[in-house]
């Protein structure tokens, strides 16, 4: 793991925006993307900017059970507004959150994952460790998945909604072995409320109870963080 430190969540994001400009260079075409506060700044650059990705394929993490896409809250809203809507692509992917036949939906985002390798992944992380979706507990060989959320995951998002009650419970996410199957992953953290998992994920040890920690076990990742979230390591 490669862990880069930036004074400011602002020159981290640039940092990001830069991987992203040399994976286009070097013929990346297929994309994961990440939902969360913590892409905003690097959305935004890319808005601003005149990258390219009108032949590229972006497929994101995860995508709330029950919120259809144009639900202000789910995901596919998020993506549109901070990015799709200014950079369009050739294909964008999320999960469907409203189909609730779950087998369908799992197996046609897998097949989706299956047929557009992803070249660059960029991730967040939860403060209790989680990449997408995937909360403590998650099978490391998992694919595509109806999760439940944890009482913490609703607690850290429920400041995109009205009250807690609106938060939904359930996700669809993509699984830790698909995010494992990408050829280079990015993961920023930003703030002193993500120093502690932070410094579970690169110092500690390769456990479940941990999501993203399994991704000492990938030879190209590059973790970006602020002083904030790198105070502890
Ligand atoms: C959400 C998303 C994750 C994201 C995480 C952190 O639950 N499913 O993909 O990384 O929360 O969010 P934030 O960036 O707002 O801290």
């Known amino acids: 793991m490669k862990v880069l430190v930036f004074d400011t969540a602002a020159e981290a994001s640039a940092k990001a925006f830069d991987y992203f400009g040399e994976a286009l260079g070097k013929g990346a075409s297929v994309f994961g993307l990440a939902t969360g506060s913590t892409p905003e700044k690097l959305y935004e650059m890319m808005t601003q900017s005149d990258i390219d990705f009108t032949q590229a394929t972006s497929i994101n993490l995860d995508e709330y059970y029950g919120l259809s896409g144009s639900h202000p809250?789910?995901?596919?809203?998020?993506?549109?507004q901070h990015l799709f809507n200014e950079k369009p692509f050739?294909?964008?992917?999320?999960?469907?959150?409203?189909?609730?036949?779950?087998?369908?939906?799992?197996?046609?985002?897998?097949?989706?994952i299956a047929e557009n390798p992803i070249d660059l992944q960029l991730l967040g992380i939860g403060v209790?460790?989680?990449?997408?979706?995937?909360?403590?507990?998650?099978?490391?060989?998992?694919?595509?998945?109806?999760?439940?959320?944890?009482?913490?995951?609703?607690?850290?998002?429920?400041?995109?909604?009205?009250?807690?009650?609106?938060?939904?419970?359930?996700?669809?996410?993509?699984?830790?072995?698909?995010i494992m199957s990408a050829k280079q992953i990015l993961l920023l953290a930003f703030g002193e409320s993500?120093?502690?998992?932070?410094?579970?994920?690169?110092?500690?040890?390769?456990?479940?109870?941990?999501?993203a920690s399994?991704?000492?076990?990938?030879?190209?990742?590059?973790v970006i963080v602020d002083k904030a979230a790198a105070s502890l390591l």
């Open 194 to 211: 993500k120093a502690e998992i932070i410094k579970a994920m690169v110092e500690g040890p390769i456990t479940t109870d941990v999501p």
């Open 128 to 178: 209790n460790g989680h990449i997408g979706f995937n909360e403590p507990g998650s099978d490391f060989e998992g694919k595509t998945a109806l999760v439940d959320l944890t009482t913490s995951t609703i607690e850290a998002n429920k400041r995109f909604f009205e009250s807690v009650e609106d938060v939904p419970t359930k996700a669809y996410s993509m699984g830790i072995k698909s």
């Open 90 to 112: 050739k294909h964008n992917y999320l999960p469907n959150g409203l189909n609730e036949n779950v087998d369908e939906e799992t197996a046609r985002y897998d097949q989706i």
């Open 73 to 80: 809250q789910s995901y596919r809203y998020f993506m549109e």
């Open 214 to 222: 399994i991704l000492q076990n990938h030879d190209n990742v590059v």
